[in-house]
C-alpha cells in the first residue's frame, strides 16, 4: 500500500475560482482569509474583488510562491489551519482548505468568541452536508450565533487533479 499523501491537494480551476468569490460577495476592504490557499486561485480573485488579504498556506514552497505572485498585496502566513490565531476583529473566510482538516478548521471558526462574520468554504459534500444539519458537530452551541447553508456543488472538473469525492460549498454566516 502506497503511504499517505502528506500534502493533500486539489487546486481550484481559474474560472470556478473567480464564481465562488463572486458568490461570496465581498465587499472592498473586507478582511478576508484564504485557509489552504496553495498557489493563490482564490487569492488573485479576492484581491480583485478588493479584499484585505491574509493568504494560510502550510506547505512551504507554495507559502513561498504566493509571496513572489502576490508581494505586499497580501499578508502570507505559513502555518497548519489548526494552529492558526485568528483575527481579533471581524472577518470572512472564502476557502478551498484541505478536506482533511474540515472539522478542526469549522471547530475553530465557530468556536465561542469568534469574530467571523461569515465563511465560503469548499468541502467534501458529505462534510459540507453534515455541518449544515442540527447533526453537526456541537451544533446547539454555535448555531445561537452562525447559520449553515449548502451553497453551489463543485464538479471534479473545477479541481487539478479532480478529487475522488464530491465537493460542495458550505456557507456560514454569523446571525443578525
Same mark, same amino acid.
Given at each position: 500500500?502506497?503511504?499517505?499523501?502528506?500534502?493533500?491537494?486539489?487546486?481550484?480551476?481559474?474560472?470556478?475560482?473567480?464564481?465562488?468569490?463572486?458568490?461570496?460577495?465581498?465587499?472592498?476592504?473586507?478582511?478576508?482569509?484564504?485557509?489552504? @490557499?496553495? %498557489?493563490? =486561485? #482564490?487569492?488573485?480573485? &479576492? *484581491?480583485?474583488? !478588493?479584499? /484585505? $488579504?491574509?493568504?494560510?498556506?502550510?506547505?512551504?514552497?507554495?507559502?513561498?510562491?504566493?509571496?513572489?505572485?502576490?508581494?505586499?498585496?497580501?499578508?502570507?502566513?505559513?502555518?497548519?489551519?489548526?494552529?492558526?490565531?485568528?483575527?481579533?476583529?471581524?472577518?470572512?473566510?472564502?476557502?478551498?482548505?484541505?478536506? @482533511?482538516? %474540515?472539522? =478542526? #478548521?469549522?471547530?475553530? &471558526? *465557530?468556536?465561542? !468568541?469568534? /469574530? $467571523?462574520?461569515?465563511?465560503?468554504?469548499?468541502?467534501?459534500?458529505?462534510?459540507?452536508?453534515?455541518?449544515?444539519?442540527?447533526?453537526?458537530?456541537?451544533?446547539?452551541?454555535?448555531?445561537?450565533?452562525?447559520?449553515?447553508?449548502?451553497?453551489?456543488?463543485?464538479?471534479?472538473?473545477?479541481?487539478?487533479?479532480?478529487?475522488?469525492?464530491? =465537493?460542495?460549498?458550505?456557507?456560514?454566516?454569523?446571525?443578525?
Amino acid at each position: 500500500m502506497a503511504p499517505p499523501r502528506r500534502w493533500g491537494w486539489h487546486a481550484l480551476d481559474r474560472r470556478w475560482a473567480k464564481l465562488l468569490v463572486a458568490d461570496a460577495r465581498i465587499s472592498p476592504g473586507t478582511l478576508t482569509l484564504d485557509i489552504g @490557499a496553495g %498557489t493563490g =486561485a #482564490l487569492t488573485g480573485p &479576492l *484581491l480583485d474583488a !478588493g479584499a /484585505r $488579504l491574509i493568504a494560510i498556506e502550510a506547505h512551504p514552497a507554495r507559502a513561498a510562491a504566493l509571496r513572489r505572485r502576490f508581494g505586499s498585496t497580501i499578508v502570507v502566513v505559513q502555518a497548519d489551519a489548526a494552529d492558526l490565531r485568528l483575527p481579533r476583529r471581524p472577518y470572512r473566510v472564502v476557502a478551498n482548505p484541505p478536506f @482533511a482538516i %474540515t472539522t =478542526a #478548521l469549522l471547530r475553530r &471558526l *465557530l468556536q465561542p !468568541g469568534s /469574530r $467571523l462574520a461569515g465563511a465560503d468554504l469548499v468541502l467534501e459534500e458529505a462534510a459540507a452536508r453534515r455541518w449544515s444539519s442540527p447533526a453537526a458537530p456541537s451544533h446547539a452551541r454555535w448555531s445561537r450565533a452562525f447559520t449553515a447553508s449548502l451553497g453551489r456543488p463543485l464538479p471534479s472538473t473545477a479541481f487539478h487533479p479532480p478529487p475522488d469525492v464530491r =465537493a460542495r460549498m458550505l456557507r456560514i454566516r454569523r446571525r443578525p
